[in-house]
């Protein structure tokens, strides 16, 4: 991620266009469908872990639900919740970027990386009360029977696939954050809104990526 | 022919890509498609060698049927590190990275790929990833084989998986970027008249192969990461005793792992494309068709992953549909070699090398082509799966077919990239003698395989021992022809003479540019026409 | 895309409103779980994902409004972990099935 | 070469089909690799540079062609994908009358057990003319039983059971190997498989008794591991009662059915909750690490045993038990 939003990024601030290309435009079109491409390729990142969710659930349907209980759906309902608007919030302030509105776009930004540090620490949260719970397979894993195979092979799933996606998250924050900056010194504008456009490419499909992972994680087995 | 219009080039080796900035710190900080590409040839021929070099040690040890020159730890090692490294550090970055780099902006007529600085990110994580891989090896060796079949890599071997799988996760990175890259520079800087039908073929190939690597790749990364994460925090998402399947590995590493041999022969076929229609002076047979079938190729590739899993006990329903999958996916590629056969017709061919291993490829690859027929029909995969038989197709098909092609494809474009000519005499005999030595070293692998020789194997019944005694005595042969071109190619550097913009008298828009090229390409607008037009004259 | 870019920035509202859709199938998708609908429950939770994502990808990811060429793109990563999962999937629901039916 | 006629000897039934189709398709793909090859040194000759061929008249319209010779390798294609699925269903279903063998790999070395209890390692005797079903699992990694001869290969993985038949047709011994690697003696672990005349094999089977028949020490296994104080007869505890479960149809807890085969009853000693009876409760601990793969291949055998004592359908490779008691 960092190198391509870097690479696209430092493409499409540049003062000029790069030598490769003819204008703006094609330059504008290259960065959109480079980021367009690598989302792609996240999803399929993703997608290994969901085939191997998938799989094992086919495998242990039961089990999958008894696990899927131990998980928080308070805490997993509000963090969908905070992505969702966070995702809102983005797309708004790329919208005042190229209306030229600075300072609502910083502090939507702002908004944005505030609420990805809050879907962060809910994680904490929620990571913790399971490590209480001696839910940590591998490591301090302790349930007692029924299921308690499967009921591991959920949370091997669990943590790599929130573990995968708060790193998405905290990747996020950060280019955010960066963004928000430059966007305070007036680098972008109307006519120059690449890479928000791109920050935010990015950020919705991490949001994507938790809209799936919370029925499949969080809502298993909730009327059993 | 090849010399004719050398007279008429105009030297200026003070313009070209080579010169300008030197030294280390200008190439290792370069932009430029073409040096990158130099770097990616650089590396890839060293990791050529050192793959082969445990080549080397398996057909030697081989000779005897108790194996006696290697134990059969280092035996493991060495397979499994030569399947490693000519796969992930040699094959899939071989004919993209060096030739799709140095030529797609060229044959489309732009100034450098979309993204210059992702391109050189991409070398260094192929490097990097590279180091990841000899660093396993200094460790001590790794002795999964390229497969990594769980749960033997998770929770019973105790060599370096660790170190080599996230080699191979670097270098995956450097995959996908690449085709990343590529992808948006078809897209969006081909010049305003170079319409998807005007392609010459190669740059199609490396469309297709572009998708692959980045819709492929990303899941070989994610499945490696795993089997890490397996081997630290024994996570058993892949291991029976803790109620994961092995077969899940084995479907994910097919999913990327199938696709791969397409990274590894469609650019072989955009290569060859390029050379018959130039050395027979006609027009290629058959464009449309010849496009429509790479990307048939490239789609249906993907779904025939589970025809390597026909004995690993996968369902016998999923059997057969990824058995009529693989037949189906076949079908495209009878259909190249059909065109290129036809394209002979009615030409006026001459026996240049690169021609030569043009057509040595298309008969090494349609072999290796149609065993992979028997090994699609799931009764006859069960016999012959995990036998010499399976070790003789994929060669056929990756050394004959890519391996060929790529230096053919070396050869052919030498004049561009360098501006000199190799010596004509030596190339034919290099690409006679690797054609010879490739059929001794892995013909008799067929009927190992058919007679029920194990792959893998330290040690084996001395029934076997005639066949593997010729398949040795082939290798060397290769090994041999191998080297020639190293030595012939780096003396032209010194020696050969100044070859031309045009030594070939090809069209396509690199040879429209000066030998070497310049480094914003083209001096002056090229012009476009359709690809092959070689019943018209040169522009 | 030429033209400047005010020219074709939607309203607020429309973001507003598809914030508020998105929420609401949160809550929809959040009570359906706890109905007792058997086999029905995660097709359904699943159902409203993929209405959630399309809006987020049309709406907020404007991935319908430029080029056609980005709104295949958008959908080629999905369709290939259908491959992935569907072909997978023809495996493991059919191994229970041993002998042949004829 | 000597090696070449013992290694492929067509030593079972399905050897000749196997080999039939697999000359078809050498003769088919060497008929196109021929022809292609003719082609092009042809069209070489024939038109190379300079020489007086006539060139003219080139194909305009190339569509007839390519549709010609695409559509034909597609018919073939998809025939031969049909002979090849027919075959290929035949080797995967092994006759209702196909004694069953077990067999445990493990690195680096094959066991075999007999009906009768006896037990091999690295050899398997098996008699002529009668259809043998091998049940396989492995104790560590994933191996593969190969019998070139026999044409027949089938992975063997850990914690589940695979199956492969054949039907031997001709007297002799033949190589035995592992064809998926399995690490450092992956090239060690091979062994020879020795077809007897029926008489001859009974005679060895008599020679080689182990401690009571396969079943008869699942039985007391079954005791031992106390399985009999809750599923015996006298029970206090409210278990299923075992006898004559196996191929049944069970109710589960979930509200599915599902047949009680060797898997099932594998699942169920390791893994007792993944799928429970209906009206039971789930008390049953798991056994896992407790039971080697041999014992459960004991127990699975014993409880077979009852089934067949119980059911129909005449028994399942018991025959050679109860010649030899």
């Given at each position: 991620m960092n190198v391509l939003s870097q690479n696209v990024a430092l493409a499409a601030s540049a003062p000029m266009v790069s030598e490769?290309?003819?204008d703006a435009r094609q330059q504008r079109e290259a960065a959109t469908l480079g980021m367009w491409v690598f989302l792609a390729t996240e999803i399929l990142f993703f997608g290994v872990l969901f085939a191997s969710y998938t799989i094992l659930r086919v495998l242990y349907p039961q089990g999958f639900a008894v696990a899927s209980r131990h998980t928080d759906m308070l805490f997993g309902t509000i963090e969908t919740g905070v992505l969702l608007s966070s995702s809102c919030l983005i797309a708004l302030a790329v919208r005042a970027v190229k209306l030229d509105q600075h300072r609502v776009a910083v502090w939507l930004l702002s908004a944005t990386a505030m609420l990805g540090v809050t879907f962060l620490v809910m994680h904490g949260f929620e990571y913790y009360k399971e490590y209480t719970e001696h839910l940590i397979p591998g490591i301090d894993f302790k349930q007692p029977a029924p299921r308690a195979h499967a009921v591991e092979l959920f949370f091997c799933l669990y943590y790599c696939i929130t573990g995968f996606h708060s790193l998405h998250v905290t990747i996020g924050v950060i280019v955010i954050v960066v963004l928000a900056v430059r966007v305070k010194n007036a680098t972008f504008g109307s006519q120059r809104y690449t890479y928000p456009e791109l920050t935010a490419l990015y950020w919705h499909l991490v949001d994507i990526v938790w809209i799936f992972v919370y029925p499949l994680l969080y809502l298993v087995g909730r009327s059993g | 022919m090849s010399t004719s219009d050398a007279a008429l080039a105009i030297p200026s080796p003070s313009r070209s890509f080579w010169n300008g900035d030197y030294g280390l710190r200008a190439w290792l900080t370069t932009r430029d498609h073409k040096r990158i590409a130099i770097l990616y040839a650089l590396g890839i021929t060293g990791f050529f060698f050192l793959g082969g070099a445990a080549a080397t040690l398996i057909r030697v040890n081989l000779i005897e049927p108790t194996g006696s020159l290697l134990t059969a730890e280092t035996y493991n090692k060495a397979f499994t590190f030569h399947g490693v490294v000519m796969v992930w550090f040699f094959l899939i970055p071989s004919i993209p990275a060096t030739l799709g780099n140095f030529l797609l902006p060229l044959m489309i007529g732009a100034r450098d790929v979309a993204f210059p600085r992702l391109n050189l990110a991409s070398w260094y994580l192929y490097i990097c990833g590279g180091l990841f891989a000899v660093a396993s090896l200094l460790a001590g060796g790794v002795d999964t084989g390229w497969t990594f079949y769980t749960p033997f890599s998770t929770m019973f071997s105790n060599s370096n998986v660790f170190l080599v799988v996230i080699g191979v996760f670097v270098t995956g990175f450097a995959s996908i970027l690449t085709g990343l890259n590529f992808i948006v520079t078809i897209h969006t800087l081909r010049m305003p008249r170079m319409t998807w039908y005007r392609l010459p073929l190669f740059v199609w190939t490396m469309y297709a192969v572009s998708l692959v690597m980045v819709l492929a790749t990303p899941v070989l990364a994610m499945t490696l990461a795993l089997i890490a994460l397996e081997r630290l925090a024994h996570l058993g998402i892949f291991d029976p005793a803790l109620g994961g399947d092995p077969l899940l590995f084995q479907h994910l590493f097919w999913f990327y792992s199938h696709p791969a041999v397409y990274i590894m022969i469609l650019p072989a076929m955009g290569v060859v494309s390029e050379i018959i229609p130039c050395f027979v002076r006609?027009?290629?047979?058959g464009y449309r068709f010849m496009t429509y079938s790479i990307l048939a190729i490239t789609v249906i590739g993907f779904m025939v992953w589970g025809h390597h899993m026909f004995v690993a006990g996968q369902s016998m329903y999923a059997s057969l549909v990824f058995s009529i999958m693989s037949f189906i996916v076949a079908v495209p590629s009878a259909i190249k070699v059909f065109n290129w056969t036809a394209t002979l017709r009615k030409g006026a061919i001459t026996f240049e090398a690169p021609m030569l291993y043009a057509l040595g490829f298309i008969g090494l690859f349609m072999l290796g082509g149609l065993t992979g027929l028997m090994l699609a029909a799931p009764a006859l995969d069960i016999p012959l799966t995990d036998t010499y038989f399976v070790v003789a197709h994929f060669h056929y098909v990756m050394v004959g077919g890519s391996v060929m092609a790529y230096l053919g494809g070396i050869h052919y474009w030498w004049p561009k990239i360098t501006g000199k000519l190799y010596s004509e005499g030596w190339a034919r005999a290099a690409a006679i003698l690797m054609f010879f030595g490739f059929n001794l070293t892995f013909f008799p692998q067929y009927i190992l395989g058919y007679e029920g020789m194990p792959r893998r194997y330290h040690s084996y019944l001395p029934d076997f021992q005639v066949l593997n005694v010729l398949s040795s005595a082939g290798a060397s042969i290769l090994a041999l022809a191998y080297l020639l071109p190293v030595a012939y190619l780096l003396w032209s550097l010194r020696a050969g003479a100044a070859a031309g913009n045009n030594p070939w008298n090809a069209r396509g828009l690199e040879w429209q540019t000066t030998s070497p090229p310049p480094k914003e390409n083209f001096l002056s607008e090229p012009i476009v026409r359709e690809?092959?037009?070689?019943d018209e004259p040169a522009p | 895309m030429n033209a400047h870019a005010t020219d074709k920035v939607a309203p607020v509202s429309r973001y507003l409103w598809v914030l508020a859709a998105l929420l609401a199938l949160l809550a929809l998708t959040a009570g359906t779980a706890l109905l007792k609908l058997g086999a029905f429950n995660t097709p359904l939770n699943l159902g409203i994902s993929v209405a959630k994502t399309a809006l987020v990808m049309s709406?907020?990811?404007?991935?319908?409004?430029?080029?056609r060429l980005t709104f295949m793109v958008s959908l080629l990563g999905f369709i290939w972990l259908a491959i992935l999962i569907g072909f997978a999937l023809t495996d493991f629901t059919t191994r229970a099935l041993v002998p042949a039916p004829w | 070469m000597s090696g070449l006629g013992r290694l492929l000897t067509d030593a079972s039934s399905l050897a000749p089909q196997v080999d039939g189709l697999f000359w078809f398709m050498t003769a088919l793909c060497g008929a196109v690799a021929l022809g292609v090859i003719c082609a092009i040194v042809y069209y070489s000759i024939h038109y190379r540079s300079g020489s007086n061929a006539n060139r003219s008249g080139t194909l305009a319209n190339t569509l007839p062609v390519e549709l010609t010779w695409t559509l034909i390798p597609s018919v073939l294609f998809v025939g031969v994908f049909i002979w090849s699925l027919f075959l290929f269903v035949k080797m995967h279903t092994p006759p209702a009358d196909a004694q069953t063998i077990y067999i445990v790999a493990k690195q680096w070395m094959w066991k075999a057990q007999h009906a009768g209890g006896q037990r091999e390692i690295n050899t398997l005797h098996v008699p002529l003319g009668e259809p043998i079903r091998l049940t396989m699992t492995s104790e560590d990694v994933i191996h593969s039983f190969f019998v070139p001869a026999f044409r027949v290969k089938q992975d063997v993985l850990p914690g589940r059971y695979t199956q492969l038949w054949f039907m031997a047709t001709k007297l002799g011994s033949y190589p035995l190997f592992c064809?998926?690697?399995?690490?450092?003696?992956h090239s060690k672990m091979g062994g020879e498989i020795v077809v007897m005349r029926p008489a001859q094999f009974a005679l060895w089977l008599e020679g080689h008794l182990g401690a009571g028949t396969l079943a008869a020490q699942g039985a007391a296994l079954f005791r031992a591991h106390g399985c009999s104080g809750c599923h015996g007869a006298n029970a206090s505890i409210h278990a299923p009662d075992l006898d004559g479960l196996y191929g049944r149809s069970v109710q589960l807890a979930g509200g599915s059915q599902v047949i009680a085969d060797d898997r099932y009853i594998r699942d169920s000693i390791l893994l007792p909750d993944k799928e429970r009876v209906a009206g039971y409760e789930p008390l049953m601990p798991s056994f896992s690490g407790q039971l080697s793969e041999e014992d459960l291949l004991a127990l699975l055998a014993y409880l077979k045993s009852t089934s067949i004592a119980t059911s129909e359908p005449p028994a399942i490779g018991s025959e050679s038990t109860h010649e030899h008691e």
């Amino acid at each position: 991620m960092n190198v391509l939003s870097q690479n696209v990024a430092l493409a499409a601030s540049a003062p000029m266009v790069s030598e490769q290309y003819d204008d703006a435009r094609q330059q504008r079109e290259a960065a959109t469908l480079g980021m367009w491409v690598f989302l792609a390729t996240e999803i399929l990142f993703f997608g290994v872990l969901f085939a191997s969710y998938t799989i094992l659930r086919v495998l242990y349907p039961q089990g999958f639900a008894v696990a899927s209980r131990h998980t928080d759906m308070l805490f997993g309902t509000i963090e969908t919740g905070v992505l969702l608007s966070s995702s809102c919030l983005i797309a708004l302030a790329v919208r005042a970027v190229k209306l030229d509105q600075h300072r609502v776009a910083v502090w939507l930004l702002s908004a944005t990386a505030m609420l990805g540090v809050t879907f962060l620490v809910m994680h904490g949260f929620e990571y913790y009360k399971e490590y209480t719970e001696h839910l940590i397979p591998g490591i301090d894993f302790k349930q007692p029977a029924p299921r308690a195979h499967a009921v591991e092979l959920f949370f091997c799933l669990y943590y790599c696939i929130t573990g995968f996606h708060s790193l998405h998250v905290t990747i996020g924050v950060i280019v955010i954050v960066v963004l928000a900056v430059r966007v305070k010194n007036a680098t972008f504008g109307s006519q120059r809104y690449t890479y928000p456009e791109l920050t935010a490419l990015y950020w919705h499909l991490v949001d994507i990526v938790w809209i799936f992972v919370y029925p499949l994680l969080y809502l298993v087995g909730r009327s059993g | 022919m090849s010399t004719s219009d050398a007279a008429l080039a105009i030297p200026s080796p003070s313009r070209s890509f080579w010169n300008g900035d030197y030294g280390l710190r200008a190439w290792l900080t370069t932009r430029d498609h073409k040096r990158i590409a130099i770097l990616y040839a650089l590396g890839i021929t060293g990791f050529f060698f050192l793959g082969g070099a445990a080549a080397t040690l398996i057909r030697v040890n081989l000779i005897e049927p108790t194996g006696s020159l290697l134990t059969a730890e280092t035996y493991n090692k060495a397979f499994t590190f030569h399947g490693v490294v000519m796969v992930w550090f040699f094959l899939i970055p071989s004919i993209p990275a060096t030739l799709g780099n140095f030529l797609l902006p060229l044959m489309i007529g732009a100034r450098d790929v979309a993204f210059p600085r992702l391109n050189l990110a991409s070398w260094y994580l192929y490097i990097c990833g590279g180091l990841f891989a000899v660093a396993s090896l200094l460790a001590g060796g790794v002795d999964t084989g390229w497969t990594f079949y769980t749960p033997f890599s998770t929770m019973f071997s105790n060599s370096n998986v660790f170190l080599v799988v996230i080699g191979v996760f670097v270098t995956g990175f450097a995959s996908i970027l690449t085709g990343l890259n590529f992808i948006v520079t078809i897209h969006t800087l081909r010049m305003p008249r170079m319409t998807w039908y005007r392609l010459p073929l190669f740059v199609w190939t490396m469309y297709a192969v572009s998708l692959v690597m980045v819709l492929a790749t990303p899941v070989l990364a994610m499945t490696l990461a795993l089997i890490a994460l397996e081997r630290l925090a024994h996570l058993g998402i892949f291991d029976p005793a803790l109620g994961g399947d092995p077969l899940l590995f084995q479907h994910l590493f097919w999913f990327y792992s199938h696709p791969a041999v397409y990274i590894m022969i469609l650019p072989a076929m955009g290569v060859v494309s390029e050379i018959i229609p130039c050395f027979v002076r006609r027009r290629i047979f058959g464009y449309r068709f010849m496009t429509y079938s790479i990307l048939a190729i490239t789609v249906i590739g993907f779904m025939v992953w589970g025809h390597h899993m026909f004995v690993a006990g996968q369902s016998m329903y999923a059997s057969l549909v990824f058995s009529i999958m693989s037949f189906i996916v076949a079908v495209p590629s009878a259909i190249k070699v059909f065109n290129w056969t036809a394209t002979l017709r009615k030409g006026a061919i001459t026996f240049e090398a690169p021609m030569l291993y043009a057509l040595g490829f298309i008969g090494l690859f349609m072999l290796g082509g149609l065993t992979g027929l028997m090994l699609a029909a799931p009764a006859l995969d069960i016999p012959l799966t995990d036998t010499y038989f399976v070790v003789a197709h994929f060669h056929y098909v990756m050394v004959g077919g890519s391996v060929m092609a790529y230096l053919g494809g070396i050869h052919y474009w030498w004049p561009k990239i360098t501006g000199k000519l190799y010596s004509e005499g030596w190339a034919r005999a290099a690409a006679i003698l690797m054609f010879f030595g490739f059929n001794l070293t892995f013909f008799p692998q067929y009927i190992l395989g058919y007679e029920g020789m194990p792959r893998r194997y330290h040690s084996y019944l001395p029934d076997f021992q005639v066949l593997n005694v010729l398949s040795s005595a082939g290798a060397s042969i290769l090994a041999l022809a191998y080297l020639l071109p190293v030595a012939y190619l780096l003396w032209s550097l010194r020696a050969g003479a100044a070859a031309g913009n045009n030594p070939w008298n090809a069209r396509g828009l690199e040879w429209q540019t000066t030998s070497p090229p310049p480094k914003e390409n083209f001096l002056s607008e090229p012009i476009v026409r359709e690809a092959y037009a070689y019943d018209e004259p040169a522009p | 895309m030429n033209a400047h870019a005010t020219d074709k920035v939607a309203p607020v509202s429309r973001y507003l409103w598809v914030l508020a859709a998105l929420l609401a199938l949160l809550a929809l998708t959040a009570g359906t779980a706890l109905l007792k609908l058997g086999a029905f429950n995660t097709p359904l939770n699943l159902g409203i994902s993929v209405a959630k994502t399309a809006l987020v990808m049309s709406i907020f990811m404007h991935s319908t409004e430029g080029r056609r060429l980005t709104f295949m793109v958008s959908l080629l990563g999905f369709i290939w972990l259908a491959i992935l999962i569907g072909f997978a999937l023809t495996d493991f629901t059919t191994r229970a099935l041993v002998p042949a039916p004829w | 070469m000597s090696g070449l006629g013992r290694l492929l000897t067509d030593a079972s039934s399905l050897a000749p089909q196997v080999d039939g189709l697999f000359w078809f398709m050498t003769a088919l793909c060497g008929a196109v690799a021929l022809g292609v090859i003719c082609a092009i040194v042809y069209y070489s000759i024939h038109y190379r540079s300079g020489s007086n061929a006539n060139r003219s008249g080139t194909l305009a319209n190339t569509l007839p062609v390519e549709l010609t010779w695409t559509l034909i390798p597609s018919v073939l294609f998809v025939g031969v994908f049909i002979w090849s699925l027919f075959l290929f269903v035949k080797m995967h279903t092994p006759p209702a009358d196909a004694q069953t063998i077990y067999i445990v790999a493990k690195q680096w070395m094959w066991k075999a057990q007999h009906a009768g209890g006896q037990r091999e390692i690295n050899t398997l005797h098996v008699p002529l003319g009668e259809p043998i079903r091998l049940t396989m699992t492995s104790e560590d990694v994933i191996h593969s039983f190969f019998v070139p001869a026999f044409r027949v290969k089938q992975d063997v993985l850990p914690g589940r059971y695979t199956q492969l038949w054949f039907m031997a047709t001709k007297l002799g011994s033949y190589p035995l190997f592992c064809a998926e690697y399995c690490g450092l003696d992956h090239s060690k672990m091979g062994g020879e498989i020795v077809v007897m005349r029926p008489a001859q094999f009974a005679l060895w089977l008599e020679g080689h008794l182990g401690a009571g028949t396969l079943a008869a020490q699942g039985a007391a296994l079954f005791r031992a591991h106390g399985c009999s104080g809750c599923h015996g007869a006298n029970a206090s505890i409210h278990a299923p009662d075992l006898d004559g479960l196996y191929g049944r149809s069970v109710q589960l807890a979930g509200g599915s059915q599902v047949i009680a085969d060797d898997r099932y009853i594998r699942d169920s000693i390791l893994l007792p909750d993944k799928e429970r009876v209906a009206g039971y409760e789930p008390l049953m601990p798991s056994f896992s690490g407790q039971l080697s793969e041999e014992d459960l291949l004991a127990l699975l055998a014993y409880l077979k045993s009852t089934s067949i004592a119980t059911s129909e359908p005449p028994a399942i490779g018991s025959e050679s038990t109860h010649e030899h008691e």
